[in-house]
């Protein structure tokens, strides 16, 4: 993977939407009757939103849509209505005349739901807002000024004249909100303002969502936070936090719901860049590490999410790294340390 020059220079005037859905896109959409669409592996909030909502969009079409992931939804995403209508990997067709990848940065984060062998064939279209985004679709339309997928979303039923069905705001709403931690984020615009607008007047209940999503967590997911801060380190403005195997077992929470902790963590006032990361095993065998980035306005630490294999946006990013928990944290966060210190001297300079 190669990071696009031209997606980090429209990244870095984030919030300035403007790029609207190709008109090659469209026609592919409008043509096309049987579609799949997709999204990235652990779906977060934004992920399953704008999945959700690209099917009840092209259902309104008259369409015929299959919604995928590899992963199942989490039971934070459980009260989202049309979540049952997802399937896995196994009930994946091999025919379709359309793939839709949604809010997905490379084509490795889709996982087994897209198989090369047998779809590669088949028109890719990709819907993104990730600045790390590398360009691997038939057609591609990425806007690093929106907030969310979700919010480019609005813009797509508008130019199909599709109506926003209460429904569909719904799940708009939901990417929205989680995206932008309830419109906090320093991408939060007028423009991603007038977007949720738009959702709430359509019938979505901002309330209920943010009740259900960022004000909802597990007495399980608080004890695994408890491991992690007992062990917090900080130095030079980086704060981080290591989740083993083990505890992440023990806890009983499900997998790659250890993300919120390091919202929490960017969150203290002597630090600019948080990390938390939490170990796995493969199936093989094989030790991962997943490493989850937060940073407070002037850091972009999807440049180090990028370098190690992964992806994201200048405040919020990740990867997942092969190698031991000790091993792995300490080159990571050797490389953010590296981050800041450019990223002063840039501003100094």
């Not at 339309?141 to 609005?154: E, K, P, R, S």
């Not at 380190?233 to 195997?245: F, P, V």
């Not at 850091?299 to 200048?314: E, I, L, M």
Request: with cysteine.
């Amino acid at each position: 993977m190669t990071l696009n020059a031209s997606l980090l220079k429209q990244g870095a005037a984030c919030g300035q939407e403007g790029v609207p859905p190709p008109p090659l896109l469209l026609s592919l959409l409008e043509s096309s009757h049987h579609i799949l669409c997709v999204s990235h592996v652990n779906p977060d909030g934004d992920a399953v939103g704008s999945l959700l909502a690209l099917g009840s969009i092209l259902r309104a079409q008259g369409k015929r849509p299959t919604l995928a992931l590899q992963d199942e939804v989490t039971s934070e995403f459980q009260f989202m209505p049309g979540v049952e209508k997802i399937i896995g990997p196994a009930e994946v067709a091999h025919s379709y005349d359309l793939i839709v990848c949604l809010d997905t940065s490379s084509i490795d984060r889709i996982g087994t739901v897209y198989k090369p062998e047998i779809h590669n064939q088949i028109p890719l279209v990709v819907i993104d807002h990730h600045v790390t985004n590398t360009l691997f679709g038939t057609e591609n339309w990425v806007d690093t000024g929106c907030a969310a997928t979700c919010q480019m979303l609005v813009h797509l039923a508008d130019a199909l004249s599709a109506p926003l069905s209460e429904e569909t705001a719904f799940a708009l709403l939901t990417g929205l909100v989680t995206d932008t931690l309830c419109f906090r984020t320093a991408n939060t615009d007028t423009n991603v303002l007038q977007a949720a607008l738009r959702l709430a007047n359509a019938g979505a209940r901002l309330e209920y969502i943010v009740r259900n999503t960022l004000d909802s967590r597990s007495f399980s997911l608080v004890r695994l936070w408890g491991v992690g801060l007992a062990n917090v380190q900080m130095e030079d403005g980086i704060i981080w936090a290591t989740l083993n195997a083990e505890s992440r077992q023990r806890s009983g929470v499900e997998p790659h719901q250890s993300d919120g902790l390091a919202n929490f963590l960017v969150t203290v006032r002597e630090a600019d860049i948080s990390a938390t990361f939490a170990q796995r095993f493969a199936k093989n065998g094989q030790e991962l590490i997943e490493c989850s980035f937060r940073a407070k306005p002037g850091f972009n630490v999807s440049q180090v999410a990028f370098s190690f294999g992964g992806g994201g946006h200048p405040p919020a990013a990740g990867c997942t790294v092969s190698g031991t928990l000790q091993e792995v944290s300490a080159r990571v966060v050797a490389a953010l340390h590296e981050l800041r210190r450019q990223s002063i001297d840039g501003d100094c300079g």
